[in-house]
């Protein structure tokens, strides 16, 4: 039996690339997303590889619980459990509403809390991982960020508070992303008005290259295979950008 990994928001951008990585290497992925046209999408494409794209809203409780207890009675060997759903709303915060903030914090925050509290079990029996996606916005910030930047830095927080409260039968970690090119892994009915990135957006990256989302997936499937003995950390991949001071 293939191990199974699932992922939320596993249709498009980052969660498309992570999806199709872990399928290319031997794993069966149920990626969840609220987008249908992505999912169909991502099912369309998947060729011979193990991978279900499965519509679904995170933020319904009851939708969600349905989906993952219909997942479990398929009795897959769950060894992982990605949560990278992630929304923004950016914009002054004397016009962001309460309704806003509270989508963006249900998206992606209280997602997290769901996912794993619903496959706690799962995980514990086969000593599994937790890998949530966060960002660099925990950490720095552009003007009108407040929910999406708080969502994240609540990500990084709660991973270790889940990594000591779960373990030592499940390990929990944090990636945060930075300038993640994923431009090429919408939908097509987004994805056909891509930017090109200019030789300045890619050298002020100490790295010399802006990234690319299967620099996350690597990442992803480093924490799964090797890194038994890593929990509640936060690992920040941004070619070097938080590290690097701007004077102006």
Not at 145 to 168: D, F, M, R
Request: aromatic content about 6%.
């Amino acid at each position: 039996m293939k191990s199974t990994v699932i992922i939320t928001g596993g249709a498009q951008g980052i969660g498309k690339a992570v999806s199709l990585l872990l399928a290319k290497n031997n794993y069966n992925v149920i990626s969840l997303d609220n987008d249908f046209e992505a999912v169909s999408q991502l099912n369309d494409e998947k060729n011979n590889m193990s991978i279900k794209g499965v519509v679904c809203d995170i933020i319904d409780e009851t939708a969600l619980t349905k989906t993952i207890n219909e997942l479990k009675i398929q009795e897959m060997n769950i060894i992982a459990l990605i949560n990278n759903a992630g929304i923004s709303i950016n914009k002054p915060i004397s016009q962001l509403t309460l309704e806003e903030w509270n989508k963006v914090i249900g998206t992606n925050l209280t997602s997290v809390f769901l996912m794993s509290k619903l496959l706690e079990k799962e995980l514990r029996d086969s000593k599994g991982s937790i890998i949530n996606i966060a960002s660099t916005r925990a950490f720095m910030s552009e003007a009108n960020t407040e929910a999406y930047s708080a969502s994240k830095g609540g990500i990084v927080a709660l991973t270790h508070a889940l990594a000591v409260s779960l373990g030592p039968a499940i390990r929990v970690n944090c990636i945060s992303p930075g300038w993640i090119d994923v431009t090429s892994y919408k939908k097509k009915s987004i994805n056909m008005n891509q930017v090109e990135l200019s030789k300045e957006d890619h050298s002020q990256h100490p790295v010399g290259r802006v990234g690319n989302p299967f620099d996350i997936g690597e990442m992803v499937l480093f924490l799964i295979e090797k890194g038994g003995f890593i929990t509640g950390e936060n690992f920040i991949i941004d070619g070097g950008m938080t590290k690097k001071m701007i004077y102006v």
